[in-house]
């Protein structure tokens, strides 16, 4: 009798170990383990390989079209792992960051990569909200750098990088790209099609879209990163837990339909706040007046702008706009959570200033996590708080 088992679906392998039958058998099976540890006939060890972590890595890699995702604990350890497996201690190199970009990975940067390991970086700012490319290749040429790590959509400003020029730019000067496509997810933008080395999102956000788990991806299309990737998860032990990753399978099939409305909702929000008077500043991709709306146009083929939106709330200066922001957020926080992640089906917010106060403008910034609700309720929640 053929098995009637849902291939589609994948039992939770909640093992630590996986059992052997005999000495040879344990022999053989290290010994394939080394030579094909991405995909063994056998498992040995959850921190090695689990089989329902490898099933939502497939899906994964079907989402991003890469030839393959390696799931982490967090997306930090993503991006510790994208590093670490560009840096060899032998071979010293300065790493090159794009200044806007996650708060958690400056301070990775000055913790991590400078106090703990002694790697150094510096930071490229933008000019008048867009990164001057011309000052982009004259640091890539002078040979400095080994590898640029970039956001296409930033957080929380949301400024969009000219991501293919710059990974051309990258290339030419034979300078490895790491890209954190969080923000702009791979339904908008796929950056290993591209050209970039390595891709990072943190699935905390968008990909498993529920804010029910936390975890990380880097995807791929070269082997030997591969064989690193999954050599330095093994040794620095930042796995991610078989239940999440049943869970985050489940919700990888909602994750183009979910993503499909995110954006549509943002987009729609985005033209209600631009005419409100309670808002002195609108920041979207989607807009006309934001810097880089052309520019992200051609990036997202017009699939959207993303569902991430941060606004300014009026204020005749900075007291009056902390006791707007004060007021506005009592006023919604019950039907827009203050919450500091983002990509959750529910709309959810964060006061810029309250955890990023030297990058915030003003006091009066809100980071909104658009989320895939009626599109009519989230603009009467905004419409009652900033009335
Ligand atoms: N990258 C971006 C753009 C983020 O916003 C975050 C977290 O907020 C991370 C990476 C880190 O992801 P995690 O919180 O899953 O470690």
Redesign the pocket.
Known sequence: MDSNINQSKMPVYRDAGFSFNSLSDIEQIFAEEKNNPWQPKSFIYSRYRNPTVGFAEAKLAEIEQSQWSVLSA????S?DMAISILTEAQMPSRILFFSE??G??ISYMNYVLKRKRGIDFDIFYPEKEVYNLHALENLLKSGDYKILYF?AVS?PFLLVSDAIAIIKLAKKYQVKTII?N??ATSFLWKPLADGADLV?H????YLSGHGSI???VLSGNNQELLHQAIEYRKWAGAVMNPDDAARLSEQLETFELRMLQHNLNAQKLANYLENHSKISKIIFPGLASHPSHELAKNLFQNKGFGAMLTFEIDGKNNDDKKLAVIKYLDKSKNSIPIIP??GETHTIQLPIYAVWKDRSPSPSYIRLSVGIEPIEHIIDHLKNALS
């Open positions: 967090s997306g930090m350890a991006i970009i996650y958690g990975t956001e957080n954190d969080t923000f990072i943190s699935v905390t956000k936390t975890a990380g992640t983002l």
